[in-house]
Structures are given as structure tokens and as C-alpha cells.
């Protein structure tokens, strides 16, 4: 039996390493022009690449918030963390407009880390048999961080381009405004690391801590993990919802939640998602385009919907 599962996660991760080189290629040919060197170099090789590294982060940061909180339907768009950085980059643009990208990160950073700790404390007091409630709180604590930022947008006459840029949009990317996303490489690195620890935080606070866990000390690196990951990708990209979620659902749901062997499935999952969205956004309005927030978030919140059925049956 063993052998069994060992074959199944090689196969699967096989399938998903072919789906995504496919989506790849698919991505570097689609676009209006034919892609010569300078366009390949200035544009499209730095979209696929913020693309890719973007879905890798965000589905990386959702398994990551689900087992701190120990609830399935959580991820950075319904734990509050995406809208609290959307607040922590508007007041970076207002205070310090000429701040480079990195210091604009740090702000959302900031404001992300400090929402996801309020959102665990929430959390850790509300009983356990509330799975779908979880969600549901985070939602509602989202919406108002989201409120509170676009009044702070109205007040300071950013109300009209705030959800412009804010939305998750790749038609931006151009060589020199994303590099910043590689700073998703070493999170990535370090989850992968702790994948085993992670587990173990899923199992809660006194089993893992009788297994020999510092558990709070586990559960604060990975919400700095998390907040890295989402300042870069709101700085650069915008907010992208529901690919945390759905990915490391659709992975656990066939092969468990043993980090250290679904966490490649589900990097690559994450990163073939994105791709694929980003692919019909650019097509399903050929020669314009769609931009990712919306074709991501409708996919994933069809899934979202799906998942809470099934979890009910």
C-alpha cells in the first residue's frame, strides 16, 4: 500500500509538471503580435514568470493559513491579510509617494502581518465545530479593512484609480517593474523547509506542542511568510482571491495534507491555476484583455462554492 501512494504522488506530480510546461509555452505564444526577442525579453518572458511565481506564492501562503487556523475555506482573500496590505500600499502612496517598490512592500507587509495576527487571535476563540463560520468571519473582517481603505482612498482623491490598480492585473509587467516578485523563491524555500512543521500545526496547539513543536513561534514564521508573499504580489500585481483556497483543497482532498509531499502539487497546481486564468483573460476578449483578478476570482469562487457543498454532505 505504501508503494501505492508513492506511485500515485509520482504520477500526479509527473501530470502536473506536463500540464504546466504546456501552459507555459501556451502563455509565451499568446498575445498580439508574434513574439520576437525584444518581446519575449521585455514582456512576456517577465509576465510568465510573475504569473507562475505569483500562483506558487498564493496557493504556498493558503495551505500555509490553513493550518495555523486549522480550517479548510481559509486563505489571504477571506482572512483580511490581501485587504489590510491593499490599505498598507495606499498609505504608503499618500506618505511616501516617492518610496521605491520595496519600501511601498514594507507598508503592506506591515499592515498584512499585523490582520493576519488579528484574524489567528479571532480565530483561536471561536469554537471548533464553527468550520464554515471561519470564513465567514474573515470575509466580514476583510470588508471592513477593504472599507476603511477606500475611505482612506476617498479622502485623498484615489477613490476612481484605487480598484484599477489595485485589481490583479499582469498587463503591467514589463522587464523592470516585477522583479520584485522573486522575493516569493526564498518563502517558497523556507515552506518547503518547515513543510514538516506545518503539519503539525494542524494537528493543534497541544498535540503539536506534545510532539515537541514551539507551537507559536511555527505559527509566526509562517504568518511571516505569508505577509511577504502577499506585499509582493499586491505591489506588483494587485490582489488575486481564491487561489489559496481552492488549490490546496483540490490536492488535499487526493492525497492528504502531508506537506512535505503535497507541497510541490501544490505549488505546481497553484502556478498552472494562475496560468490557465491568465490564458482565457487574454483570449476570452481577443486583442483586449481581461485582467486576472476577475477571471481568477470568478474560477475560484465557483470552486469555493463547490468545496463548502461538498464539506456539508
Known amino acids: ?44 518572458l517577465p509576465r510568465l514568470i510573475s504569473v507562475v511565481l505569483t500562483g506558487i506564492g498564493l496557493s504556498v501562503c493558503g495551505v500555509i493559513l490553513q493550518q495555523i487556523v486549522r480550517n479548510r475555506f481559509v486563505e489571504p482573500a477571506t482572512s483580511g491579510g490581501m485587504d489590510a496590505a491593499k490599505l498598507g500600499l495606499l498609505i504608503a502612496l ?42 465567514v468571519i474573515g470575509l466580514i473582517y476583510g470588508a471592513v479593512l477593504s472599507a476603511a481603505a477606500e475611505f482612506y482612498a476617498y479622502r485623498h482623491n484615489m477613490l476612481q484609480s484605487m480598484a484599477g490598480w489595485l485589481l490583479g492585473d499582469f498587463s503591467r509587467i514589463v522587464q523592470g517593474r516585477y522583479e520584485i516578485v522573486y522575493l516569493i523563491l526564498p518563502i517558497v524555500a523556507l515552506a518547503y523547509f518547515y513543510a514538516h512543521r506545518f503539519t503539525m500545526l494542524g494537528l493543534g496547539e497541544h498535540m503539536a506542542t506534545s510532539l515537541g513543536l ?36 483540490l490536492v488535499a482532498l487526493r492525497h492528504g495534507e502531508n506537506l512535505a509531499r ?52
Open 1 to 44: 500500500m505504501p508503494g501505492t501512494v508513492a506511485d500515485r504522488l509520482l504520477l500526479t506530480r509527473g501530470s502536473a509538471m506536463a500540464l504546466f510546461v504546456g501552459l507555459c509555452c501556451a502563455s509565451i505564444l499568446t498575445g498580439t503580435t508574434s513574439p520576437d526577442w525584444l518581446t519575449f525579453t521585455a514582456s512576456r
Open 94 to 135: 499618500t506618505m511616501a509617494p516617492a518610496a521605491p517598490p520595496l519600501g511601498r512592500m514594507g507598508f503592506a507587509f506591515a499592515f498584512s502581518l499585523v490582520a493576519n495576527l488579528g484574524f489567528v487571535a479571532i480565530v483561536r476563540r471561536m469554537p471548533r465545530h464553527g468550520a464554515v463560520l471561519v470564513p
Open 214 to 249: 514551539n507551537h507559536r513561534a511555527t505559527a509566526a514564521i509562517g504568518l511571516l511568510l505569508v505577509a511577504v508573499t502577499i506585499s509582493a504580489t499586491i505591489v506588483t500585481v494587485g490582489a488575486i482571491p481564491f487561489v489559496g483556497l481552492v488549490v490546496p483543497n
Open 262 to 313: 503535497t507541497l510541490p502539487i501544490v505549488a505546481l497546481s497553484g502556478a498552472s491555476m494562475l496560468l490557465a486564468c491568465d490564458i482565457v483573460g487574454r483570449l476570452i476578449l481577443f486583442p483586449y484583455e481581461v485582467p486576472i483578478g476577475l477571471t481568477a476570482g470568478a474560477v475560484g469562487g465557483v470552486l469555493f462554492l463547490l468545496l463548502i457543498l461538498r464539506w456539508r454532505r
